[in-house]
């Protein structure tokens, strides 16, 4: 049983270039969560879903976009990368008794 | 969404028992009340998860007052092992609509020999 698996595990970027990070539970979770954590700080929620084809803000969204097409994955997309979206991005779903499960996450440098 | 209020760090020397207490005075009716372990280079992970009075598992126990405007995760006879960030999450978990899961700033507890 995987859990949840993050797709890159590191990634370097040039300022303005676009990339995708994956997100993929084989739990059936219908709850997923994208969070970055900046050193040192703690989890900041950009983005989550409730279900296949739905996706709302979280605190910090700006500068992300996401898709849901599937239920068993979770996308996060940089249009335009910027140095200061430089970050370790973490994923997570949740089960109905609400526990969350976190991926190993995926670390970003945007130079 | 409740907002929380922990300590940022905490010291501990191995053996000890370690209280570390989240504020959430505007918790909701619904709210349950979460705690996720952080290592360094880690995705969180939970430890234990509660609404009122006490509950206790294998790792730690989790106390709430009656008026459940804080919690205290205690850790018996703590390790170097247990040197990471601790997390206070508040939120309707068994909401099935739009639910913001939003982590407070954690409590960083270092263990020493």
């Known amino acids: 049983n995987a859990g949840v698996t993050q797709t890159p595990k590191f990634r370097v970027l040039k300022t303005g270039q676009s990339m995708t990070l994956l997100c993929a539970q084989d739990m059936n979770h219908e709850y997923m969560y994208w969070y970055r954590q900046d050193p040192g700080m703690g989890l900041r929620l950009i983005h989550y879903s409730v279900g296949e084809g739905t996706t709302a803000k979280g605190e910090v969204p700006d500068g992300y976009n996401v898709s849901r097409l599937k239920k068993q994955n979770f996308l996060l997309g940089l249009e335009s990368a910027a140095p200061s979206q430089t970050s370790v991005y973490f994923c997570?779903?949740?089960?109905?008794?609400?526990?969350?499960?976190f991926g190993e996450g995926s670390r970003l440098t945007v130079l | 969404l409740a907002k929380t209020t922990q300590p940022i760090s905490m010291d501990s020397y191995e053996g000890q028992e370690v209280n570390i207490t989240c504020s959430h005075n505007?918790?909701?009716?619904?709210?349950?009340i979460t705690w996720y372990q952080q290592f360094p280079s880690q995705g969180p992970r939970f430890i234990i998860q509660g609404y009122k009075t006490k509950v206790t598992n294998e790792v730690a126990s989790l106390f709430i007052p009656a008026d459940r405007k804080s919690s205290t995760l205690s850790l018996p006879r703590v390790s170097l092992s247990d040197t990471a960030v601790y997390y206070c999450?508040?939120?309707?978990?068994?909401?099935?609509?739009?639910?913001?899961?939003?982590f407070g700033t954690g409590t960083r507890l270092l263990v020493s020999p």
């Open positions: 997570a779903s949740r089960g109905r008794d609400g526990e969350l499960f």
């Open positions: 505007n918790i909701a009716t619904n709210d349950y």
């Open positions: 999450l508040v939120g309707d978990l068994m909401n099935t609509g739009f639910q913001k899961l939003v």
